[in-house]
T-cell receptor, first 115, second 111 residues
Framework: AQSVTQLGSHVSVSEGALVLLRCNYS??????LFWYVQYPNQGLQLLLK??????LVKGINGFEAEFKKSETSFHLTKPSAHMSDAAEYFC?????????????FGQGTTLQVKP | DAGITQSPRHKVTETGTPVTLRCHQT?????MYWYRQDPGHGLRLIHY???????DKGEVSDGYSVSRSKTEDFLLTLESATSSQTSVYFC??????????FGQGTRLTVV
C-alpha cells in the first residue's frame, strides 16, 4: 500500500530564510510524486512533480524538490522565503505509476512566514 | 484552474437529508475525482471516474455515491447526510499522464 508522511504539521520561518518541508513516502511501484500548495479558501495548485528522469525537480515560485529513492523522500525547499509563500502544502503520491489524479496525500504542512 | 466549476460553493444542510454536489469541467478530461479535505487528514479520495458511466470507489466511499452521465459532469451524492460528512469537498480532473487539476472546493456543513 502507498502512503505519504509529512513531518511537521506547522513550520514557521522568517522572511528570507530557507524553507524545508519534509515528505516521506512508501510505494510498491516506482512513484509519481507531487507537491501542491493551497492558499486560504482556494483549491490546490501544482507546485512541482516528479515522474521519471532528473531527480531534482524545479517548480513554480522558486520551489524545488529532490527525489531520493534510497531515503524514500521528496522534500520541498526554497532558498529564501517570501511572505506570499504562507500557505498549506501537500505532498502526494499517485496510485500506481500512471494515474496522476488518483492520489494519496500527506496530512499537509502549514507554512508561516514571519516578517 | 482547468475550467473546473464546483457548485454549490457553500451549503448547510440538516442531518438525514440528501445532498448532491456538482463538478463541471470544460477541458474534456477523461478522469474525474472527488476528494474530501479534513484537518489532519489531508485530502482523501471518495470516488473516481475513468469515463462516462465508469466509476469506482476510493478509500472513504461509505455514505457516498457518484454518477457521470456526461464527460463534463461528475456528481457526488450524500444519500442521507451525517455530521461526519461535514467537510470541504474538492473535485479534480486529469488526462491520465500529467497532473490533476482541482476545483475551488465546496464547503458542506451538516447540522
Amino acid at each position: 500500500a502507498q502512503s505519504v508522511t509529512q513531518l511537521g504539521s506547522h513550520v514557521s520561518v522568517s522572511e528570507g530564510a530557507l524553507v524545508l518541508l519534509r515528505c516521506n513516502y512508501s510505494s510498491s511501484v516506482p512513484p509519481y510524486l507531487f507537491w501542491y500548495v493551497q492558499y486560504p479558501n482556494q483549491g490546490l495548485q501544482l507546485l512541482l512533480k516528479y515522474t521519471t528522469g532528473a531527480t531534482l525537480v524545479k517548480g513554480i515560485n522558486g520551489f524545488e524538490a529532490e527525489f531520493k529513492k534510497s531515503e524514500t523522500s521528496f522534500h520541498l525547499t526554497k532558498p529564501s522565503a517570501h511572505m506570499s509563500d504562507a500557505a498549506e502544502y501537500f505532498c502526494a503520491v499517485s496510485h500506481g505509476s500512471s494515474n496522476t489524479g488518483k492520489l494519496i496525500f500527506g496530512q499537509g504542512t502549514t507554512l508561516q512566514v514571519k516578517p | 484552474d482547468a475550467g473546473i466549476t464546483q457548485s454549490p460553493r457553500h451549503k448547510v444542510t440538516e442531518t438525514g437529508t440528501p445532498v448532491t454536489l456538482r463538478c463541471h469541467q470544460t477541458e474534456n478530461h477523461r478522469y474525474m475525482y472527488w476528494y474530501r479535505q479534513d484537518p489532519g487528514h489531508g485530502l482523501r479520495l471518495i470516488h473516481y471516474s475513468y469515463g462516462v458511466k465508469d466509476t469506482d470507489k476510493g478509500e472513504v466511499s461509505d455514505g457516498y455515491s457518484v454518477s457521470r452521465s456526461k464527460t463534463e459532469d461528475f456528481l457526488l451524492t450524500l444519500e442521507s447526510a451525517t455530521s461526519s460528512q461535514t467537510s470541504v469537498y474538492f473535485c479534480a480532473t486529469a488526462t491520465g499522464g500529467t497532473e490533476a487539476f482541482f476545483g475551488q472546493g465546496t464547503r458542506l456543513t451538516v447540522v
